[in-house]
């Protein structure tokens, strides 16, 4: 499995220490920075990873920021980006199970690294599940390619 990894200056440390923990598991990861602590605009980042996701350059992407909001924000808008904020390994899990999370978020201001880690693994190790949850995933999708959503009351 093929990663790419982005933060901004707050969340260098986890971030490194996300990037080494999934290394010994045998994965490649793709480190888009930043790694200088000086004061950097988090869209860059998530500009970055959201465009490799998007091009499927690789298999998905992790974000880091003070609280994964404005790095997750950035990304989405990246068409063909599902980035989910996550706090905790329940919705990070259901993030792939429901909606095809394509990124996974989170803050480094907000919860610790064994989280982070927890987090993490469950996400990678869920699957998307399909089903009655396509429809809803294509109506994702056309809010973002027409700007607009046709049908609005289906059950
Ligand atoms: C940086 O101060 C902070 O705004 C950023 O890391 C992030 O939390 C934004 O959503």
């Keep these: ?68 909001v404005g790095i997750s924000l950035a990304a989405n808008k990246v068409k063909g980006v599902r980035a989910c904020v996550c706090s905790e390994p329940y919705s990070a899990k259901l993030s792939r199970q429901h909606n095809n999370s394509n990124i996974i978020a989170f803050g480094a201001r907000v919860i610790g690294i064994e989280m982070a880690k927890m987090i993490v693994d469950e996400w990678l190790a869920a699957e998307y599940e399909g089903g009655r949850h396509q429809i809803r995933i294509d109506m994702i999708s056309e809010i973002e390619q027409a700007g607009s959503l046709r049908a609005n009351d289906m059950g």
């Design 1 to 68: 499995m093929k990663l790419a990894i982005g933060n901004d200056h707050v969340a260098i440390e986890m971030k490194l220490e996300i990037m080494q923990y999934l290394r010994e598991k045998g994965m490649e990861i793709i480190d888009i920075g930043t790694n200088d602590p000086k004061r950097f605009h988090y869209p860059i980042s998530g500009y970055k990873v959201g465009k490799m996701v998007a091009n499927k350059e690789v298999d998905g992407g992790i974000l880091i920021c003070g609280t994964g």
